[in-house]
Each structure stands twice: as structure tokens, then as C-alpha cells.
């Protein structure tokens, strides 16, 4: 389901989860993490205006996010059934 509350930014984790989680317009706004070069892509072709990723480094893209987003921040993470929990990890 589209999350209630509008995102700070919002974190994909698989080209499946893009696929996956088809948001409406407001959405679009919103700043986009990728965990990879092809999640990126996906997410941009989605229509996604501010796509960022580290090409699969994961370390990177939790101290790049920590050091854009406000200590704050709320991410809407974004992932298939089953997925690695490093980043959600690496960002509490």
C-alpha cells in the first residue's frame, strides 16, 4: 500500500521493489536511494526525478544517506519478500 505520510526519501532495494511499488505523482518528488546501478535505473525509468546510487555498496549509500538526510529523516524502504537487512541495519 502507498504510505500515508509523505517520505523524506525512499530507499529501493531490488528492481523488484520499484517494480513492485508504483506510488502515485506525489511520489515522483521525492529523493530515491538505489542499492544498485540497475535498481537506479529502474527506479529512474519509473519516473523518478532524483534517483541516487553507490553501484552496490552498501556501507556507501548508508553513510551517503546519513550524511543528506536530516538525523530525523523518515525512509519509506522499499524491498522484495526477501532481501538483505544490512542497509536498515547500517541506517538505525
Known amino acids: ?18 517494480r513492485h511499488h508504483q506510488f502515485g ?7 530515491v536511494f538505489a542499492a544498485s546501478g540497475a535498481v537506479a535505473a529502474a ?3 519509473a519516473g523518478y526525478i532524483s534517483v541516487t546510487s553507490t553501484g552496490g555498496d552498501e556501507n556507501a549509500l548508508a553513510g551517503l544517506m546519513r550524511h543528506i538526510l536530516p538525523p ?6 522499499l524491498c522484495a519478500g526477501r532481501t538483505s ?5 547500517l541506517l538505525r
Request: aromatic share 6%; glycine share 2%.
Open 72 to 77: 530525523q529523516a523518515r525512509i519509506a524502504m
Open 25 to 31: 505523482e506525489r511520489f515522483r518528488q521525492v529523493p
Open 43 to 45: 527506479a529512474a525509468a
Open 1 to 18: 500500500d502507498e504510505p500515508g505520510a509523505t517520505p523524506d526519501a525512499m530507499l529501493f532495494s531490488s528492481v523488484h521493489a520499484v
Open 85 to 89: 537487512d544490512t542497509l536498515e541495519t
